[in-house]
């Protein structure tokens, strides 16, 4: 991501990612409830992710207040990606 964001940057370009974990949307509506449990049981944040949880980071990447970042990864798992 960062060499993206470097290859195009300039004052109004910026390269960043959202990265969600699973959400909560009908493309995960055949996985049963105890699937869908399972996963939030791993997360930090005990609970199926929302679209509303995604949509806060893009709102802020593609806002003004992001002006400055680029070259970013926005990870929005409820905490499922760790690194021990």
Same mark, same amino acid.
């Given at each position: 991501?960062?060499?993206?964001?470097?290859?195009?940057?300039?004052?109004?370009?910026?390269?960043? &990612?959202?990265?969600?974990?699973?959400?909560?949307?009908?493309?995960?509506?055949?996985? &049963?409830?105890?699937?869908?449990?399972?996963?939030?049981?791993?997360?930090?944040?005990?609970?199926?992710?929302?679209?509303?949880?995604? &949509?806060?980071?893009?709102?802020?990447?593609?806002?003004?207040?992001?002006?400055?970042?680029?070259?970013?990864?926005?990870?929005?798992?409820?905490?499922?990606?760790?690194?021990?």
């Amino acid at each position: 991501m960062r060499g993206f964001a470097n290859g195009i940057a300039n004052d109004a370009d910026t390269a960043n &990612s959202v990265l969600p974990g699973l959400t909560n949307t009908l493309t995960i509506a055949p996985q &049963s409830e105890e699937q869908k449990r399972g996963t939030g049981e791993q997360q930090a944040i005990k609970r199926m992710g929302q679209p509303e949880d995604v &949509s806060g980071a893009v709102l802020l990447l593609t806002s003004g207040d992001a002006a400055f970042i680029t070259g970013q990864v926005i990870v929005v798992d409820g905490g499922q990606y760790r690194i021990c």
